[in-house]
């Protein structure tokens, strides 16, 4: 069965650190895979997707992430940490076939950002 | 676009009570999903709709749930009777038929249900 991980529930870093956020998956096939980032009392909002091609993808808000498939990961990276990150990110994995889809979600990490 | 619309935001009911959540989805998507968010379970997929059409609803926790989506435009989820472990956020999700999996999906602002 397909399923996310996320291992770290909680992650703290100072403002203009270096930041990644680790996400495995258990996936049969080539997965789809995504980053959403929830603001406190927001939806999800997408900030990066990968589904084939080049396995470092670049999103919104600086955002990156690279596909790995020797190791089932697709890690969550930024250079520089702004205090306006903070937030909560979920990776997720599309499953699915012949128009049939869902996304499956890790349960979440959640970033703070100290001054 | 006004993007994937949820009503209410905020809901408060005691327990006992009928609750219904709303949903409206971007025009022209045909596939549409219910959420529920809690801390102990995270986000967990309710039920999804294509073209109008229920297809999966394994994730309903049970006959106080239902869904319907009498049209392309907009959706309910409705709790009776509600219980104090409904309390959740709700998001209604919604992307186009055969493009979820490589566009992923737009999701409403939620909705935060307290049942007391």
């Known amino acids: 069965a397909q399923s996310v991980t996320q291992p770290d529930i909680h992650i703290t870093v100072s403002e203009g650190a270096s930041l990644e956020l680790r996400c495995n998956y258990s996936y049969g096939a080539t997965p789809y895979l995504f980053w959403y980032v929830q603001s406190p009392g927001q939806g999800l909002q997408l900030l990066l997707k990968y589904f084939s091609g080049d396995t470092l993808v670049q999103g919104i808000k600086g955002f990156e992430a690279e596909f790995k498939r020797s190791q089932s990961s697709f890690n969550l990276r930024k250079p520089s940490v702004h205090w306006s990150d903070a937030a909560e990110y979920f990776c997720?994995?599309?499953?699915?076939?012949?128009?049939?889809?869902?996304?499956?979600f890790g349960a979440g990490t959640r970033l703070a950002v100290h001054p | 676009d006004a993007g994937v619309i949820q009503s209410p935001r905020h809901e408060v009911t005691e327990m006992g009570q009928e609750v219904t959540l709303r949903c409206k989805p971007i025009?022209?998507?045909?596939?549409l999903f219910w959420y529920r968010q809690t801390m102990m379970r995270g986000l967990e997929l309710l039920i999804y709709?294509?073209?109008?059409?229920?297809?999966?609803d394994s994730g309903m926790p049970e006959d106080r749930f239902s869904a319907k989506m009498p049209n392309a435009s907009f959706s309910t989820l409705k709790i009776q009777p509600s219980e104090p472990r409904d309390s959740a956020v709700y998001f209604c999700?919604?992307?186009?038929?055969?493009?979820?999996?490589?566009?992923?999906?737009?999701f409403g602002s939620g909705t935060r249900l307290t049942v007391v």
């Open positions: 997720a994995v599309g499953a699915g076939s012949g128009g049939y889809n869902k996304l499956i």
């Open positions: 025009s022209g998507h045909n596939s």
């Open positions: 999700a919604s992307t186009i038929s055969g493009q979820g999996l490589r566009y992923g999906y737009t």
């Open positions: 709709f294509n073209n109008n059409v229920p297809i999966d």
